[in-house]
């Protein structure tokens, strides 16, 4: 039987680092890629579209072997996922969709990331989104791990703003890709934080329940950063979901 690899694409407003402790246990039985989106660092960006970073994400999959491999991204992650099923099918054996949802922002919500894109744009730095770890981690996590808020808050300290701000145009313009998701037919699973206040659980439910066969899974006391509050839960989703995706790359 192939071991399927297996690829995780980073939140936002992070990098590759938000899967380590996922990736280290992981990497022992499969192939793992943690491609930084939406290109590698130090090359030069692209116009913002979540497509050119699927693109890349794909030239990632064949430098790599070629794939099919098990595609997990958390928020979005997830929305370059579900891009990357879009347009290179091929290299999609299974998906999970993690923190994350297959709708499009609403006018408003888009119009603020533009905002904001403009604002670190301006100020040359990300000030404008350190608040976001306030968000980003549960109620759990803020209140009783003081080093996880410090972590992700240091992540967020060492962003580009250049690719801060190419990420959220990005993310503004991505389409509804829930029929994407509705005509996968391979495995898939949904995971959710219980406390994640940005895509919740109304958004998992809806992908869920768009896919036949999808498996959803709540991970207690865990808010938006689910893999980063608590890997060993989402390492156990996705260690389930790539055996699925075994049965069918085999
Ligand atoms: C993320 O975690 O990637 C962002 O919160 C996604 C978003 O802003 O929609």
Known sequence: MTATPIVLLHAFPLDHRMWDDVAADLAGTRDVLTPDLPVPAGEDLPEPSLESAADHVAHAIRAAGGGPAVVAGLSMGGYVALALLERHPDLVAGLALVDTKSTADAPDAAAKRLR??????????????????????????????????????????????????????????????????????????????????VTGTDAAEHMAAAVTQALLVVVPRAGHLSAVEDPAAVRTALVELARRADGTTA
């Open 116 to 197: 904001v894109a403009d604002e670190v744009q301006a100020a040359g730095t990300v000030d404008p989104v350190r608040g976001m770890v306030e968000v980003l981690l549960g109620e759990t996590t803020r209140t009783a791990r003081p080093e996880v808020v410090e972590r992700v808050s240091a992540w967020i300290g060492e962003q580009d703003p250049a690719r801060v701000a190419w990420s959220q145009r990005a993310m503004a313009a991505r389409p509804d890709r829930t029929a994407v998701l509705q005509a996968f037919d391979g495995p898939v699973t949904v995971v959710v934080g219980d406390e994640d206040s």
